[in-house]
C-alpha cells in the first residue's frame, strides 16, 4: 500500500530545481513563525476562560488576538543579559539548536496529498530523530548557564526525554508496521479505510503521553517546574533567546500533534461523508484538536514527581509499547 | 526525476532558512535592545540571594544508569524500523524472531526492575 504520491504544489508551478527547493524552505518556514503563535494564542484564552478569566483583551482590539505579536516586538527590545559565569558561546547557540531542529521537522508533515514539501521515505524516522534533537539544545542552555537550577532542569529534561523517547518511538513502529511504509503520505493513506487510533487505540495513548512528556508540559513539565527550580533550564535566559525557547516549545506542541495526527487521526483524510470540506482543512482541524488537549491538560493535572514520572515510562509504557508490537506483528501476519 | 540527494536539498534549505532566522532575530535584537550590564544584572540569578558555591555542581549518578538502558533500547529502535517495513513479507519466521529480539531484552528490563535501579532515589 505505498502511496501514490502526488506532486507538490509548488512543483507543478515551478520547474526549476533551485527556485522550488527556496520556495518550500520560505514556506515552511512562515508555518513555522505562524502556527506556533496560533496555538500560543490559544493557550492563553483556552487557560483564561477555564480559570473564569478573559485572557489578552486588548492587544489588535479584537479578542487580544495581535498579543503574542505584541510580545515578540517587546522581546526584541529587551536586554540581552549573559551571566558573568556562563559560558557565553554555548549559551547563545542553545536556543538555535533547541528551535531549528523543530523547523526541519516540518519539511515532511503532509497537509493533502499534493501540499508538502517533501515526502520522503524514511519519513517518519526523520521525524522522530529532528524531534529528539532539540533537547541538546536545553541540555547546553542549562550548562552554559552556570546555574544550579538551570543545571537541574537540564539533567531533568534529559532523563525525561531517555525515558519518554522509547515509547514514542515504540509506538511509532508499530504504526509502521501496520501501514508497511515509513513515508508520512504512505501512513495517511494506509488509513484510506479506517484511521489507526481504531487499531491501535492503546498505541495512541501511549504516543499522545509521550509527546506530552517529550515537550515537557504538563503535567510533566518537571524540568522546567517554576515552583521548584525557577525556570528549570531557562532560568537566566533574557529578551529574545528565552523567546526562541518559547516558540520552540509551541512549535513542538504544532510538530507533535501534527505526527499524531498522521500516524493515528488519518493525517489529511476527511471522515465517512465529509470528504466535501478540503484535506488541508481537516489536517488543521485535528492538529489543532491534539493541540488543545495538550493544553487542557496544563489546566487541569498538578505537576508530577520525578520517580513517578520515570517509573510510569520504565514500567508501563515501554512494556506496553514491546507488547504492542508483538501483537500487531503477530495479527498482520496471521490475517 | 530528482536524485536520492538531491530531495534532502528541501532539509537543507530549510535548516540554511533555521539558522538564518536566528541570526537575523539575534541582530536585530543587538541593534534594537539596550545594553546596560550591572555587576549585580550579570551575577548568576538564585531567588535574588548572593549565589553559593559553583553552578556547575555534582550531580546524581543516577542518570547513567538510566541512560545506559536507554541507549540499549533506543538501538533496538533502529533495528526495528526496517523489519517493521518488511515482515509481512517475510511472514511468521520473522516475527518469533523479532519476539525472540524484543524478549531479550524485556528480560533485561525485568531484571534492571528487580535490581531496584529504575528506583529513582
Not at chain 1, 478569566?53 to 543579559?81: C, N, S, T
Not at chain 1, 483524510?269 to 495538550?294: E, G, N
Not at chain 2, 519466521?93 to 523479532?98: F, G, K, L, P, S
Amino acid at each position: 500500500m505505498i502511496a501514490q504520491a502526488g506532486v507538490s504544489v509548488i512543483e507543478r508551478w515551478i520547474s526549476s530545481y533551485w527556485l522550488v527547493i527556496v520556495a518550500k524552505a520560505a514556506v515552511v518556514l512562515v508555518f513555522f513563525l505562524v502556527a506556533p503563535l496560533l496555538v500560543g494564542y490559544m493557550e492563553h484564552k483556552v487557560l483564561a476562560h477555564m480559570q473564569s478569566r478573559l485572557g489578552p483583551m486588548y492587544a489588535g482590539r479584537f479578542h487580544g488576538w495581535a498579543q503574542l505579536i505584541a510580545d515578540g516586538i517587546k522581546f526584541v527590545q529587551k536586554e540581552d543579559v549573559i551571566p558573568r559565569a556562563a559560558d557565553p558561546w554555548v549559551f547563545s547557540l542553545a536556543p538555535g539548536v533547541a528551535m531549528i531542529p523543530y523547523i526541519a521537522l516540518f519539511v515532511v508533515v503532509p497537509f493533502s496529498d499534493q501540499i508538502f514539501a517533501l515526502n520522503l521515505d524514511v519519513g517518519i524516522f526523520f521525524v522522530m530523530a529532528m524531534s529528539s534533537v532539540s533537547v541538546i539544545g536545553i541540555l547546553m542552555a542549562g550548562w552554559a548557564s552556570a546555574n544550579k537550577f538551570s543545571l537541574m532542569g537540564a539533567l531533568r529534561a534529559a532523563a525525561q526525554l531517555m525515558a519518554y523517547e522509547l515509547p514514542l518511538v515504540l509506538a511509532a513502529a508499530s504504526v509502521v508496521m501496520q501501514a508497511g511504509t515509513l513515508s508520512m503520505i504512505g501512513i495517511v493513506e494506509a488509513q484510506e479505510r479506517y484511521w489507526f487510533v481504531l487499531s491501535q487505540p492503546i498505541g495512541f495513548l501511549i504516543f499522545f503521553v509521550a509527546a506530552t512528556a517529550e515537550l515537557s508540559r504538563p503535567p510533566f513539565d518537571m524540568p522546567i517546574a517554576d515552583s521548584e527550580i525557577i525556570f528549570g533550564a531557562f532560568t537566566e535566559y533574557t529578551g529574545l533567546k528565552f523567546a526562541f525557547f518559547l516558540l520552540s516549545e509551541y512549535g513542538g506542541i504544532v510538530a507533535f500533534s501534527a505526527i499524531a495526527s498522521v500516524l493515528y487521526l488519518g493525517g489529511y483524510q476527511a471522515p465517512p461523508l465529509l470528504s466535501a470540506i478540503p484535506a488541508p482543512v481537516w489536517m488543521a482541524a485535528k492538529v489543532a484538536a491534539l493541540s488543545f488537549l495538550i493544553i487542557w491538560l496544563r489546566a487541569t493535572y498538578p505537576r508530577l514527581r520525578e520517580d513517578q514520572l520515570q517509573r510510569f515510562s520504565w514500567l508501563l509504557l515501554i512494556p506496553l509499547a514491546l507488547a504492542q508490537i508483538l501483537v500487531v506483528g503477530v495479527v498482520k501476519v496471521w490475517v | 526525476m530528482e536524485t536520492y540527494y538531491q530531495s534532502y536539498g528541501v532539509v537543507l534549505a530549510v535548516l540554511i532558512a533555521g539558522v538564518a532566522l536566528v541570526a537575523v532575530a539575534f541582530g536585530a535584537a543587538a541593534l534594537l535592545a539596550p545594553r546596560r550590564p550591572l555587576p549585580a544584572k550579570l551575577a548568576t540569578y538564585e531567588c535574588g540571594m548572593d549565589p553559593v558555591g559553583e553552578g556547575w555542581s555534582q550531580t546524581q549518578i543516577r542518570y547513567y544508569i538510566f541512560g545506559f538502558l536507554f541507549v540499549i533500547f533506543d538501538v533496538e529502535s533502529v533495528f526495528l524500523f526496517p523489519w517493521a517495513r518488511v515482515f509481512e513479507g517475510l511472514g511468521m519466521t520473522a516475527v518469533v524472531e523479532m519476539a525472540i529480539f524484543i524478549g531479550i531484552l524485556a528480560l533485561g528490563l525485568v531484571y534492571a526492575w528487580r535490581k531496584g535501579v529504575l528506583r529513582w532515589v
